[in-house]
């Protein structure tokens, strides 16, 4: 199916497909649309209607018949490509919860920008209770992480995911971030991605019986590691952003049997995980990728027991960005423009109320010229419980 700009040639059938969707023609002249093409016919439209500060989606409509095939997700994200970080959608309570799963908040008429109330799309008598769709600078970069990763998924991995080989890099990138090729290879192909950036669990010393949260697990990789080690009386839960992940992730779990895993969606800044009821939060590669990370430390000790061990792989800054990447939406779902530097990572895991912030192994991590980046492994203690004397 061709994802293409929508041209004048176009508006015929575009305005058959609106018609077939219950949607009137109108306003099409203020918009900028995409298609999507197959064998000449159009299976699916977006208009997007854009201001100087943001841009409102016009319209949005997939051929009967070719919905429930991910098309509305395609035109959505070409639309956010094409509009930059805002986005506005309008009367669309009936996609409501779909916009809201990937990641739009529910607002206000009174929340959006005046330019915006001025185009056709808001025009006219609307009360205050037309719902709004908002997706804001944080929630852009979520969107666009999440389109990141589920590109991962569907190319195989990060590069040499083992039944890719060979595809331009010399062995599998998880073996040079410290993983043994016995532990690459006890876990179900198409699980280890290649997006580590250490081996959170090496230093995690597992206990039979333990429950372990893994913030951000990908396809699964270190959720399955984790599974002998804590044993049929212990637990794993895994929690990632992008449904693809843990569509992989769940399914491998489901046909290699992994009954103490599990792997729920959401979003690791608000985790869909009980207070106080995890032995060991574990992370590989992820909290750089989140908007607030004081807020991501904060919910990793609300979930922990008290005595409860956080052990945390990621990617640091040596030196300040430069001034070109901050802000960059790609730059940021590549780990880079996300990532903070060392002293206020560490100042943000213990702020967040973590205790003994240790960093247990540090090395150089290639990600361009043009950042100087760090892979830090590190532990820290939730004050409480036996292990601590109640500290
Ligand atoms: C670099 S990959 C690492 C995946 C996995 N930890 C591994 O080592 O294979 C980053 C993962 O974090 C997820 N992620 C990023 N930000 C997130 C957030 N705020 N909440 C939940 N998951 C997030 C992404 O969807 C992606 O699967």
């Known amino acids: 199916m ?3 700009k929508r041209v004048h040639a176009d508006l015929t059938q575009v305005t058959r497909l609106l018609a077939s969707a219950g949607l009137p023609p109108d306003g099409l002249e203020h918009t900028e649309g995409w298609v999507l093409e197959a064998d000449g016919a159009l299976q699916g439209h977006v208009a997007l209607e854009l201001t100087p500060d943001a841009a409102v989606i016009r319209s949005l409509v997939v051929a009967e018949g070719q919905r429930g095939q991910g098309l509305g997700v395609r035109l959505v994200e070409a639309a956010e490509d094409g509009a930059g970080a805002r986005l506005l959608v309008l009367r669309t309570e009936s996609i409501g919860p779909w916009m809201e ?49 589920a590109g991962f998924v569907e190319r195989g991995g990060a590069c040499c995911a083992p039944a890719k080989e060979p595809c331009g890099c010399s062995a599998d990138p998880s073996l040079a ?22 081996n959170p669990l090496a230093l995690a010393s597992l206990k039979a019986g333990e429950v372990v949260l893994d913030l951000g697990s990908g396809a699964g990789f270190d959720a399955f590691l984790a599974s002998p080690r804590v044993g049929e009386l212990g637990r794993v839960i895994g929690v990632d952003m992008t449904p693809a992940m843990i569509a992989r992730a ?15 969606e959401g979003d690791i800044e608000a985790l869909p995980v009980e207070d106080d009821s995890v032995d060991v939060v574990i992370s590989n590669c992820v909290i750089n990728l989140t908007t607030d990370k004081l807020q991501t430390f904060r ?26 990447l901050q802000g960059d939406r790609d730059a940021y779902a590549a780990c880079v423009a ?30 361009g010229a043009e950042a100087q980046v760090a892979s ?4 820290a203690l939730k004050p409480g419980g036996a292990a601590s004397g109640g500290r």
Do not use: W
């Open 2 to 4: 061709l994802l293409r």
């Open 101 to 149: 799963r990937r990641g739009y908040r529910r607002a206000t008429l009174q929340e959006a920008p005046a330019s915006v109330l001025a185009t056709t799309q808001f025009s006219g008598g609307l009360c205050s209770g037309t719902p709004v769709y908002l997706l804001g600078a944080g929630q852009a970069i979520k969107a666009a992480v999440r389109k990141r990763y």
């Open 177 to 198: 971030v410290g993983y043994s090729r016995e532990e690459i290879q006890a876990v179900p192909q198409g699980a280890n991605l290649g997006l580590g950036c250490g």
């Open 250 to 264: 769940r399914d491998l779990a489901r046909r290699h049997g992994y009954a103490n895993v599990e792997f729920r």
């Open 299 to 324: 919910e990793a000790r609300r979930v922990l027991k008290p005595g409860g061990r956080l052990m945390v792989s990621d990617l640091v800054l040596l030196s300040p960005l430069p001034a070109h």
């Open 338 to 367: 996300g990532a903070l530097l060392k002293e206020d990572y560490l100042a943000a895991i213990r702020e967040a109320g973590f205790r003994e912030v240790e960093v247990l192994g540090e090395s150089p991590y290639e990600l």
């Open 376 to 379: 830090l492994k590190i532990r």
